[in-house]
């Protein structure tokens, strides 16, 4: 491609579906890495929720779109409309790649995948340790799952609907060596309890966010301490209320970037075939 950035006959589409989808750095990631490529390809978002979801897979598979990310809340909707789901995806119940292969729409999971690059490239030591996971949905699920496989020991889940964190650690306590155990998210004393003893807190829920930003499902500072590892799935705000907290009491804060990236990176090689210049997109995008 000669004239890198222009879009022509010839170039390949890819997008992104989700709503709220305006705060999403993913297009920015993804056409950084196609233009340091010097790929004919275009990246794009597209508000779409799950009244939408199925005429918009229709279209997208009409017009040959090449592949495209699925975010909130779509992750788990989209499965009965593809062809085909990886054994990861598959269990853990929700999509948030989906390859165009000869009109064949195959869908992916690479959130864990994101997760565990970014706890290991912040040098964050989690084989062996114990986990506080606040959410249940297809992100945090993911998170559960990929960092059971790869060696985390123990996993307390708290979410709104109890029967959704219950049955992802049913499915983790059949399927792997990890203990998880579910609790509700407004039994404050187990919350409380179980992030006191745990090595890792992470935050996979949309508080922190528009239209909750500037809240925190932490009451007080007084529930953490510097040894403590915080994250949040969350990115735009990069700095959450929660990653504010951790940071006033000297505990490793990190936000949902690095997830996005190395959850992004292994899209784009999916899609591509090739690598993608992380470097070069740290440095432009952070």
Known sequence: MSDQGRIDGRTKLFGLIATPIGHSLAPTMHNLAFKKLGLNNAYMAFEVGNEELAYVVAGFRALH???????????????????????????????????????????????????????????????????????????????????????????????????????????????????????????????KSEIASSDILTNATGVGMNPLEGQSLIPDTSWLR????????????RKTTLLEQAEAVGCKAINGLGMMLWAGSRSFEIWTGKEMPVEHVKKHLF
């Open 226 to 237: 510097p040894e403590l590892v915080v994250s949040d799935l969350i990115y735009n705000p």
């Open 65 to 191: 779109l090449k592949g495209f990310n699925v975010s909130m809340p779509n992750k788990t909707k989209i499965q009965p409309l593809l062809d085909e789901i990886t054994p990861a995806a598959e269990l853990i119940g929700a999509v948030n790649t989906v390859v165009n292969e000869n009109g064949k729409l195959i869908g992916h999971n690479t959130d864990g995948l994101g997760y565990i690059g970014t706890l290991t490239e912040r040098d964050v030591d989690f084989v062996g340790k114990k986990m506080t996971l606040m959410g249940a949905g297809g992100a945090a699920k993911a998170v559960a799952i990929q960092a059971a496989l790869d060696g985390i020991a123990e996993i307390s889940i708290f979410n709104r609907d109890i029967t959704k964190a219950s049955d992802i650690a049913a499915l983790i306590n059949k399927e792997t060596n990890c203990r998880v155990n579910a609790y509700k998210l407004d039994d404050l004393d187990s919350l």
